[in-house]
């Protein structure tokens, strides 16, 4: 049964649908969700990130539904299950065709425990599964197995027409379907005008041996965590490879482990002579140190096998409709930005889209923000991305071009972070998720200016190398070390991490905190992220 006119209608109830359906719901909007699988289902996007989990924060807070930040963090583990895994950090081991790993070629990122603990691998079939019947709960419809055959959007409707000839009204339609959206292919707004270029095989399995049983032990390398707790990345020339283990801790029931490949078409076309399993058995011989963790591996579902994963929009928005994140755009999942995107653009939408049906004003104008911060973040994925994969041709370039990430990372996420702190303060968390009060954000480096033309310079020494001539390699690395550190914005604390692999221990250090040379730092970088505290914080 459906209404006679809802005000949201949502195609998908994949994670970015179902929660957006559920904070509509509650906020009392009349909300139908068209689901054309069932589920559980396989859906892929899973490792997570801080920044991805703070907006999980931000939105739980908000909106007053605790349930949407249960996978912000291992902590909640009791509450969701026990076949999600845990990332307590990200590695990467650098890899070269014939030659084994060498062991001071991994590099490692911890994720913080306190204050609101380790991130997590999510199984998404049972998260997307929690999050369809949170929204169901809300009092959103939802209808599974619902086929849409087309829709009709005119100056006060929109017609959906479904396979089995019934039609449902809404007053606006957002696209949640993902890389397949109706709305994106009915419109002719795909466009593919970015620099990344990959192409991924990917699949669950088991028997996949944590890293430390095929090569070094945890001590040997030095590290504060063990490579199984964690997405380990094995990065090579051309391409990289994820670990995300499910079975990684001791409450887990899940022996799964997703892994997946990912590859420059323009470097390694596709085999389509072979089985995408046949050609992942076969590929992955080139490195030893992947084959030898990965030799044995079986896969407990069908091998899914892409073209080109990139893809953009033309537009974000239109009359009566908009698409989401994940149906807007996508770039290569290298580092884990994908829900940061959907839940961003939640965010960003749920206020626009309450007021819209409050005033009874649709105007595409009133999304335009909503537009604007998806292309930006688009944008600044694919420079990252694409930068990432020529940084590969060498470990050299690589290890210093991987500071851009971190940085970036971190300061994004200090400036998500501050902006839930001052509206604490300012005792009004609606303001701060109206998503138009950190216009400045795009996905990395919080919205600082300085970040952003640092940036630019190592984009620009990156372009300027010749991969052929080891000499260049050797000086234009060390001269994207030297924009790192002769940047006297970045916190003295933070930039001694610059040249270590990985922390020694999993503790990060007190002296984080000192207001001289801590992580307040100094002047406009001071004023950028903690300037708006009150005192009692510095
Ligand atoms: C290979 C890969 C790896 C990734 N890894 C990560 C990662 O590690 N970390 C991360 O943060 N992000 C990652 N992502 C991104 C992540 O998958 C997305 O951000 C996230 O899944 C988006 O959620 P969504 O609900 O908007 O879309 P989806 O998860 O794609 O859900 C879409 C929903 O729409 C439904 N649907 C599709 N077509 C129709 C239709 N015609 N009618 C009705 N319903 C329909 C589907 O059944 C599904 O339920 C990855 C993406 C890819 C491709």
Redesign the pocket.
Known sequence: MFRSKYDIAI???????SILATILAKEGLKIVV????QHP?F???????LE?SEIFRQLAETYGIPEIAYYSSENFTPLVGSTHGVKRHFSYMYHRKDHEEDSNELMMANIPKEPYGHEMHIYRQDC?YFYCSLAIKYGADIHQN???IDLEIDDSNVEIKLVDGRTINSNYIVD?????S?LANKYKLRSYDLETHSR?I?THAVDIPSFHKVANSQKQYGIPYSLHEGTLHHVFEGGWLWVIPFDNHKESTNHLCSV?LLLDPRVFPERSELSAEEEFFEFIQRFPGIHKQLKNLKSVRVWTRTGR?QYSTKKVIGNRFCL????AC?ID?LF???????LTSIQNLVPKLIKSKNDNNFETVRFQTYEDTVFRFVEANDKLISGAYKSFGDFRVWRKYIILWVLGAYLEYLKLVLLRFNAHYSGDMKDMSSGDSNLNLRLVGGGFDKFNKLEKEIYKILDSINFKDTFDIEKKSQSILNEFIKAEWIPFTIKRYFVENHLNSNQYNLAFLKNKGGIFGVSDYRNHFFGKLPSLWM
């Open positions: 195609i998908g109830s994949g994670i970015g649908g068209l689901e054309g699988n289902k859906a892929i996007g899973e490792s997570m990130i991805s997307d619902t086929n849409i949640a379907s993902g890389f397949k109706i991924a990917f997946g994963i989401l994140g994940h149906a996508f999942p884990s930005k994908g829900l940061y995107l959907t």
